[in-house]
């Protein structure tokens, strides 16, 4: 099993600012395939980028993934005030089970 | 618009049953794989069970294995997971997600999740 380590647990930031969030998987994910969502709360996980770095449909380009092998990367160029939340990593380039990383909250400074 | 919405959850004492449902529309149900993901409160997310398109495949996180029961109706656009032997420790919001592949190799899998349902709420307690 890939174990998804998040980094920081909470960055508190003011909007316009730039936020770089960090995954770190235990092992290598095989051929990029990682996924990031966002999560409000009351609301279920949406989906910002896939294949590390495939923005998912309606995204806006504010928000960016890099990375490879065991270190990836989600940013945020300039923050807006609905950014703020709580950001996942989910690896499945690997045998079952699909997992996710422990999450990020971006918070208002 | 894609559509994903759930029903079943409640209150259940440990030991006990419950079959959660997920209405789909929106989308040709029959063409994907599908996934239930919980939230236990204040925590992150885990990935419980998958299912092949015409349900000839299932795969399930340890945890839940042999307790739970993912199936699906391409008849009636739906998605359920019957939940046995329930423990405190499976309390969720259960979510139903549709599912996206990835290719390696020749095969496909079921990798990422493009669309969520709003989710409903399970808790095991006496």
């Known amino acids: 099993e890939i174990v998804l380590t998040q980094s920081p647990g909470t960055l508190s930031l003011s909007p316009g600012e730039r936020a770089t969030l960090s995954c770190r998987a235990s092992q290598s994910v095989s051929s990029s395939y990682l996924a990031w969502y966002q999560q409000k709360p009351g609301q279920a996980p949406r989906l910002l980028i896939y294949g590390a770095s495939s923005r998912a449909t309606g995204i806006p380009d504010r928000f960016s993934g890099s990375g490879s092998g065991t270190d990836f990367t989600l940013t945020i160029s300039r923050l807006e005030p609905e950014d703020f939340a709580v950001y996942y990593c989910q690896q499945y380039g690997s045998s079952l089970p699909l997992t996710f990383g422990g999450g990020t909250k971006v918070e208002i400074k | 618009e894609v559509q994903l919405v759930e029903s079943g959850g409640g209150l259940v004492q440990p030991g006990g049953s419950l079959r959660l449902s997920c209405a789909a529309s929106?989308?040709?149900?029959?063409?994907?794989?599908m996934s239930w993901v919980r939230q236990a409160p204040g925590k992150g997310l885990e990935w419980v069970a998958n299912?092949?398109?015409?349900?000839?495949?299932?795969y399930y996180v340890d945890s839940v294995k042999g307790r739970f029961t993912i199936s699906r109706d391409n008849a009636k656009n739906s998605l359920y997971l019957q939940m046995n032997s329930l423990r405190a420790e499976d309390t969720a919001v259960y979510y139903c997600a549709r599912s996206r592949l990835y290719c390696s190799g020749g095969s496909c899998y079921p990798g990422y999740f493009d669309y969520w349902g709003q989710g409903t709420l399970v808790t095991v307690s006496s």
């Open positions: 299912i092949k398109q015409d349900g000839s495949e299932k």
């Open positions: 929106g989308f040709t149900f029959s063409s994907y794989w």
